[in-house]
């Protein structure tokens, strides 16, 4: 209507004017309801044409969009596992810093396994001083039985002295049950170190696998026991937090919460542009909102970025193939904004409905000098018109609270 109402006054009021004074014709005489059309034919024509010309410069230049939302992201408040609440620590609406308490779910089961697993690895410090009280008496017996190996090797040594130099005097059974005595404890001198060995084996090798072994499995019981404390991930709002005690959360079954994290979809507006307009829309391009939640308020944007994909072209492979006539909605352009004053729209709460118009600018190009007469006409009437629509979302922000609160009664 408003443009209509621009470009009659370009062309039905000359044409009007022209008929009333230039020919004489007057109201309720030449010109009536029945003949209006006929005596202003040409005025309305043009004014139906340049009407039509300039909706569609204004809405493919200037582009607009009642699609423009702060999307927001959610934490659901989820334990690791199941359990049931035996303490509750935040309340519903409450803002929480990252890791503060948010409730706490029965423990017995993983405070026994912790104990039994500190249990099991005292028993093996135990096992570890016993085992060198071991290796210090294997280490006697092998000296004990060094010293036998020693001393009967010394007797067979010189009973072989006396037998070379008086055979009459040592029997050669004498010198046999000496070689065999000496291997004998030679024999046990190779048990005794063996013995040794196999304990400092456990000392060195066994035991401390075994306490590594019980450590992890500690490790992984006090993992378990800190599964049962709940703890905010992020600072945030809790929100739809309607926990008691005696109630059992689950990831499955029952989640707590929403954690709303801070700074989240604040400032930061995604906006859905006809597809038609993906050739003049930029970054960086000028833009203007008015949301639903900020009545009579006008915030200036910059179009920060262009998402390079339509979102209803997404698939997922399936066992069947995508046929594009069961995709009906042609989809939107992804622009996403920001304010260009930080700031401004802070106190927009993150989710809010909103309408934006993004602008052409041409000023470099008309200043450059390289347009030709019809081109620098054309782009300066371009960004003229660009007022139209910044009037038109001004008239709409006027009319948010009477068209909420007076007609339609919500």
């Given at each position: 209507?408003l443009e209509f109402l621009l470009c009659s006054v370009f062309t039905i009021l000359p044409d009007y004017l022209y008929r009333l004074y230039a020919q004489g014709k007057?109201?309720?005489?030449?010109?009536?309801?029945?003949?209006?059309?006929?005596?202003?034919?040409?005025?309305?024509?043009?004014?139906?044409?340049?009407?039509?010309?300039?909706?569609?410069?204004?809405?493919?230049?200037?582009?607009?969009?009642?699609?423009?939302?702060?999307?927001?992201?959610?934490?659901?408040?989820?334990?690791?596992?199941?359990?049931?609440?035996?303490?509750?620590?935040?309340?519903?609406?409450?803002?929480?810093?990252?890791?503060?308490?948010?409730?706490?779910?029965?423990?017995?089961?993983?405070?026994?396994?912790?104990?039994?697993?500190?249990?099991?690895?005292?028993?093996?410090?135990?096992?570890?001083?016993?085992?060198?009280?071991?290796?210090?008496?294997?280490?006697?017996?092998?000296?004990?039985?060094?010293?036998?190996?020693?001393?009967?090797?010394?007797?067979?040594?010189?009973?072989?002295?006396?037998?070379?130099?008086?055979?009459?005097?040592?029997?050669?059974?004498?010198?046999?049950?000496?070689?065999?005595?000496?291997?004998?404890?030679?024999?046990?001198?190779?048990?005794?170190?063996?013995?040794?060995?196999?304990?400092?084996?456990?000392?060195?090798?066994?035991?401390?696998?075994?306490?590594?072994?019980?450590?992890?499995?500690?490790?992984?019981?006090?993992?378990?026991?800190?599964?049962?404390?709940?703890?905010?991930?992020?600072?945030?709002?809790?929100?739809?937090?309607?926990?008691?005690?005696?109630?059992?959360?689950?990831?499955?079954?029952?989640?707590?919460?929403?954690?709303?994290?801070?700074?989240?979809?604040?400032?930061?507006?995604?906006?859905?542009?006809?597809?038609?307009?993906?050739?003049?829309?930029?970054?960086?391009?000028?833009?203007?909102?008015?949301?639903?939640?900020?009545?009579?308020?006008?915030?200036?944007?910059?179009?920060?970025?262009?998402?390079?994909?339509?979102?209803?072209?997404?698939?997922?492979?399936?066992?069947?193939l995508v046929d594009p006539q069961d995709r009906p909605r042609p989809g939107t352009l992804m622009v996403i904004m920001e304010p260009l004053y930080p700031g401004q729209?802070?106190?927009?709460?993150?989710?809010?409905?909103?309408?934006?118009?993004?602008?052409?600018?041409?000023?470099?190009?008309?200043?450059?000098?390289?347009?030709?007469?019809?081109?620098?006409?054309?782009?300066?009437?371009?960004?003229?018109?660009?007022?139209?629509?910044?009037?038109?979302?001004?008239?709409?922000?006027?009319?948010?609270?009477?068209?909420?609160?007076?007609?339609?009664?919500?």
């Open positions: 209507m007057r109201w309720g005489k030449e010109l009536t309801t029945f003949s209006i059309w006929y005596e202003l034919r040409r005025g309305i024509t043009a004014c139906l044409i340049l009407t039509v010309g300039l909706l569609t410069a204004i809405f493919y230049y200037h582009p607009t969009t009642t699609n423009v939302t702060s999307y927001f992201r959610t934490v659901t408040i989820l334990p690791e596992k199941g359990g049931r609440v035996v303490e509750v620590l935040a309340r519903n609406n409450q803002r929480v810093e990252a890791g503060d308490v948010l409730f706490r779910l029965d423990d017995t089961r993983e405070t026994v396994a912790v104990k039994e697993a500190r249990l099991r690895l005292a028993e093996i410090d135990a096992s570890l001083v016993v085992a060198r009280q071991d290796l210090a008496a294997a280490e006697g017996v092998v000296r004990t039985a060094e010293g036998q190996m020693e001393e009967i090797r010394d007797q067979l040594t010189r009973k072989n002295d006396i037998f070379k130099r008086n055979p009459a005097v040592v029997s050669a059974a004498e010198i046999e049950r000496l070689e065999n005595l000496l291997e004998s404890r030679r024999g046990k001198v190779v048990a005794a170190m063996s013995n040794r060995d196999a304990v400092l084996a456990r000392l060195e090798v066994l035991l401390p696998a075994q306490r590594a072994s019980a450590g992890a499995t500690l490790d992984l019981a006090e993992v378990e026991l800190s599964k049962t404390v709940i703890r905010a991930g992020v600072s945030g709002i809790v929100e739809q937090f309607a926990l008691e005690t005696g109630d059992y959360v689950s990831a499955i079954l029952r989640p707590a919460g929403i954690l709303v994290p801070d700074d989240s979809g604040v400032e930061e507006f995604y906006a859905g542009f006809n597809q038609i307009t993906a050739q003049v829309i930029k970054p960086d391009m000028l833009a203007e909102i008015t949301c639903f939640s900020k009545p009579f308020a006008i915030i200036p944007m910059r179009v920060s970025e262009v998402q390079n994909v339509i979102a209803t072209g997404q698939f997922r492979p399936t066992d069947q729209a802070k106190d927009i709460p993150p989710g809010s409905k909103c309408i934006a118009n993004a602008y052409t600018n041409n000023h470099d190009l008309i200043a450059s000098g390289n347009l030709s007469a019809g081109a620098y006409l054309y782009y300066h009437a371009v960004d003229a018109v660009g007022i139209v629509h910044a009037l038109i979302l001004r008239i709409q922000a006027l009319m948010f609270p009477i068209q909420t609160l007076v007609l339609t009664g919500h």
